[in-house]
């Protein structure tokens, strides 16, 4: 191609017409801080990570379980509470092992997959949460629904009536898909601005060695 | 020790920084852009300096880490390039022997660069580098072959971005 061929010899008779930067600023540069999309990977996985992990300390159902008086509930819970931690942990591992892989010395395929790699690792650390918030909502709900002696009220009156324990249900199902559905955007709208790039990019290198 | 490491790179840095402008020049428009990308690429550079092992040359890991961090780390604020900033942004130097078709060919080759895509653009920074396509494959991670078959297909668009 004729046309690049002028543009290779324009690109090499202005390869040393830039100013040039001095060694005082290239001392000032590597002391300031890095605003790499990794970076913001990084602070926005951590602050996720706490959240869900402090968040499991606040919906704590201690006091309904008091309420309730049956001691293997209690123990149930104890386990699953275990459970958790371990799976927090095992998240947080793989988390750092795969943020560890992410270098800018490997080649560009490489390091996309390793960045897109860590951050799935987040994000199923939120769908395992948002899947155990929902599931023991349902648990709770209807263990308060049976057991917890305040309901009993609720519990004559629906009985009662069918259409009243339609709604009931219908009003949770609700809520939980609307809790989920702002999850999904805002997810979309956080890591849409951040990865949409990246996201292109590496689809075009995979295409590339289709 | 750890003084040394940075002024042996500073010094290093100095000497390679024109591979970095070069790619600053074709990824963004305008002077702040093309300040900001510098910054983000020499501290990347630093930052991986340690796993620098000096089995290659200083020069060849800079394209490396310099292209990774234009195409994947760095935020972008402006996609597109005007012509006025395209303009501003160019350096010609004036020969002698000015040649002005030429010359006119060559702006609108720049402007057609600049509509590539971000892997596109750096398969044609290598080429433009004079870089073999093994280099080019290894860099971008993809295999020899479809480095090639990938550069006549930017040739094509590039083609068919100068004759609509």
């Known amino acids: 191609m004729k046309e690049l ?4 010899k324009d690109w090499k008779k202005n390869a040393n017409s830039f100013e040039q930067i001095s060694e005082t600023e290239i001392y000032k540069m590597i002391h300031k801080k890095s605003s790499s999309i ?8 951590i602050l996720e990570i706490l959240f869900w992990t402090v968040s499991n300390f606040f919906f704590s159902t201690d006091e309904m379980l008091i309420k309730i008086k049956h001691p293997e509930m209690i123990f149930y819970l104890e386990v699953m509470t275990s459970f958790n931690y371990v799976i927090v942990l095992i998240f947080v591992y793989f988390f750092y092992k795969n943020y560890k892989t992410i270098s800018t010395t490997e080649s560009t395929k490489l390091l996309m997959s390793s960045i897109l790699k860590t951050r799935k690792t987040v994000q ?19 263990i308060a629904f049976i057991y917890n002696p305040d309901m009993e009220f609720f519990r004559d009156k629906l009985a009662a009536n069918g259409q009243a324990m339609f709604m009931t249900i219908g009003i949770f199902m609700l809520v939980t898909l609307v809790f989920l559905g702002l999850f999904w955007c805002f997810y979309r709208l956080l890591y849409g601005t951040l990865l949409r790039r ?4 590496y689809k075009e290198l995979k295409k590339i060695d289709f | 020790m750890s003084e040394n490491l940075e002024q042996s790179f500073v010094a290093q840095l100095k000497a390679n920084q024109n591979i970095i402008h070069k790619i600053c020049r074709l990824y963004t428009a305008g002077e702040d852009a093309h300040k900001d990308l510098f910054q983000e690429i020499t501290i990347q550079l630093w930052k991986a300096y340690p796993k620098f092992r000096g089995d290659s040359k200083f020069s060849t890991w800079t394209y490396r880490v310099a292209l990774n961090t234009a195409i994947t780390l760095y935020r972008k604020t402006k ?8 303009e ?9 022997d000015y040649n002005y078709e030429e010359e006119e060919q060559i702006k609108l ?3 057609a660069v600049y509509q590539l895509n971000d892997i596109e653009k750096a398969l044609v920074f290598m080429y433009l580098e004079d870089k073999d396509y093994q280099e080019i494959a290894e860099t971008l991670g993809i295999s020899e072959v479809n480095a090639r078959v990938k550069m006549n297909r930017i ?6 971005i100068l004759n609509p």
Do not use: C, P
């Open chain 2, 88 to 96: 501003s942004h160019q350096h010609f130097v004036k020969d002698v």
């Open chain 1, 198 to 201: 990246l996201f292109a990019n």
């Open chain 1, 38 to 45: 990794v970076k913001w990977i990084l602070i926005i996985s």
């Open chain 1, 5 to 8: 061929d002028l543009l290779k």
């Open chain 2, 109 to 111: 080759m720049y402007k």
């Open chain 2, 155 to 160: 040739k094509g668009k590039l083609k068919k």
């Open chain 1, 124 to 142: 199923y650390y939120v769908w395992y949460n948002l899947a155990m918030a929902v599931i023991s909502s349902i648990i709770s709900f209807f």
């Open chain 2, 79 to 86: 996609r597109t390039i005007s012509t006025v900033e395209y």
